[in-house]
């Protein structure tokens, strides 16, 4: 069992920048592809990023020039930083890592982007 725990959303002006945090209970990302998700009212929910064991990269096209996906040394934190926020990137963000055939989900920060 693998608990993620997220931090960092919230509300910011159009333009403006969010990192998100998700931290594992166990030292897991260096084994397993994880990434964030986002969903936003009434649509499904979208892969933002994607980092794999060997920090290859995925991003969505809508994000690509604005996010960047990391992870820290010690392997237990994943962050997702954002700039140029406009308002289509209002979601909750989840973050999620792919263990073998089983897949973990945060609980979703709020991402709000006012104009």
């Known amino acids: 069992q693998v608990q993620l725990v997220e931090s960092g959303g919230g509300l910011v002006q159009a333009g403006g920048s969010l990192r998100l945090s998700c931290t594992a209970s166990?030292?897991?990302?260096?084994?397993?592809?994880m990434g964030w998700y986002r969903q936003a009212p009434g649509e499904q929910r979208e892969l933002v990023a994607a980092l794999s064991t060997s920090d290859s990269t995925n991003y969505a096209d809508s994000v690509k020039d604005r996010v960047t996906i990391s992870r820290d040394n010690a392997k237990t934190t994943v962050y997702l930083q954002m700039h140029g926020l406009a308002p289509r990137d209002r979601a909750v963000y989840y973050c999620?890592?792919?263990?073998?055939?089983?897949?973990?989900w945060g609980h979703g920060p709020q991402v709000t982007v006012s104009s």
């Open positions: 166990r030292n897991i990302f260096s084994l397993y592809w």
């Open positions: 999620y890592v792919q263990v073998v055939s089983t897949t973990y």
